[in-house]
């Protein structure tokens, strides 16, 4: 049984930058892909960036968010920069070994507001 537990977000200004961590245990991530999801109320949760070899980013936060791994710290991150309103939202990681084992965090609040 693999646990996530994001960390990272909190409050920032129009234009500023954030990192969230997804730290893995019960497993190392290795043959893990891992993907970062956001929701805000109302609205069906978003895929915004995946991780498996390649990467590949939403259209949404293409060229302002990195999605990177350290395999040996079981950690996943998600470096976001120039963050605008509209990112705004939660924020989950997941990790996906097969279509039937994957694992969600709990999430973590990101807000920008001047």
């Known amino acids: 049984q693999v646990q996530l537990m994001e960390s990272g977000g909190g409050s920032v200004q129009p234009g500023g930058s954030l990192r969230l961590s997804c730290a893995a245990s019960?497993?190392?991530?290795?043959?893990?892909?891992i993907a970062w999801f956001r929701q805000t109320p109302g609205k069906e949760r978003e895929l915004i960036a995946t991780s498996f070899g390649s990467t590949n980013y939403a259209d949404s936060v293409k060229g302002r968010f990195t999605i990177s791994r350290d395999n040996a710290k079981a950690t996943a991150y998600l470096q976001m920069n120039n963050l605008k309103a509209e990112d705004t939202a939660v924020y989950y990681c997941?990790?996906?070994?097969?279509?039937?084992?994957?694992?969600w965090g709990q999430g973590t609040q990101v807000t920008v507001s001047s």
């Open positions: 997941k990790a996906r070994h097969s279509p039937t084992e994957e694992y």
């Open positions: 019960g497993s190392t991530l290795d043959y893990y892909a």
